[in-house]
């Protein structure tokens, strides 16, 4: 009787793999990085806080309204916002500004910061991308597309394990 149960359970697991563990609960890598606000981030440093990791490009115009948002769902909590283009290294303050100039009615205080080796190691095929991220440096919830609702930001930020 008790393999026909471990059977059962080990289909369900090939059927169902995120249903019974699969990424939610799972350590969010670690990284380090500086933002353009020229404060020091890390996986480390943000233990014991619930934060959001969004990740974007400066290409995604269509990510702009979900940055601003989210910052203004979240008024101040942690958010982080993580380039996943190489190329814009060398222009994370112009974008940072251009998202800014994008909505007059509020300012993107997160941090603007380029990690490619991140979004490839979280194998990113969409654009945006947002974790939230628990307070012990798990993942609680991935979202992939747009989120402007300020009801669904809320929902989304206030899930717990």
Same mark, same amino acid.
């Given at each position: 009787?008790?393999?026909?149960?471990?059977?059962?359970?080990?289909?369900?697991?090939?059927?169902?793999?995120?249903?019974?563990?699969?990424?939610?609960?799972?350590?969010?890598?670690?990284?380090?990085?500086?933002?353009?606000?020229?404060?020091?981030?890390?996986?480390?440093?943000?233990?014991?806080?619930?934060?959001?990791?969004?990740?974007?490009?400066?290409?995604?115009?269509?990510?702009?309204?979900?940055?601003?948002?989210?910052?203004?769902? /979240?008024?101040? +909590?942690?958010?982080? &916002? =993580?380039?996943?283009? %190489? #190329? $814009?290294?060398? *222009?994370?303050?112009?974008?940072?500004?251009?998202?800014?100039?994008?909505?007059?009615?509020?300012?993107?205080?997160?941090?603007?910061?380029?990690?490619?080796?991140?979004?490839?190691?979280?194998?990113?095929?969409?654009?945006?991308?947002?974790? /939230?991220?628990? +307070?012990?440096?798990? &993942? =609680?919830?991935?979202? %992939? #597309? $747009?989120?402007? *609702?300020?009801?669904?930001?809320?929902?989304?930020?206030?899930?717990?394990?």
């Amino acid at each position: 009787m008790r393999s026909i149960f471990v059977s059962i359970a080990v289909c369900l697991m090939l059927i169902f793999p995120g249903c019974l563990g699969g990424e939610d609960g799972d350590p969010f890598p670690d990284f380090s990085f500086t933002g353009d606000d020229g404060e020091k981030y890390s996986k480390d440093s943000l233990e014991g806080e619930k934060y959001i990791i969004h990740i974007s490009a400066s290409w995604c115009p269509r990510c702009f309204k979900t940055m601003h948002n989210i910052s203004a769902a /979240l008024d101040g +909590e942690n958010y982080l &916002i =993580i380039s996943s283009d %190489e #190329g $814009d290294r060398d *222009i994370i303050q112009s974008w940072h500004n251009k998202v800014n100039e994008s909505n007059n009615s509020n300012d993107i205080k997160a941090p603007f910061a380029v990690l490619p080796d991140l979004a490839s190691t979280l194998e990113i095929d969409a654009m945006p991308t947002i974790f /939230l991220i628990s +307070e012990e440096g798990n &993942i =609680i919830a991935k979202h %992939e #597309g $747009d989120m402007t *609702i300020h009801s669904e930001i809320l929902e989304f930020y206030n899930q717990e394990l």
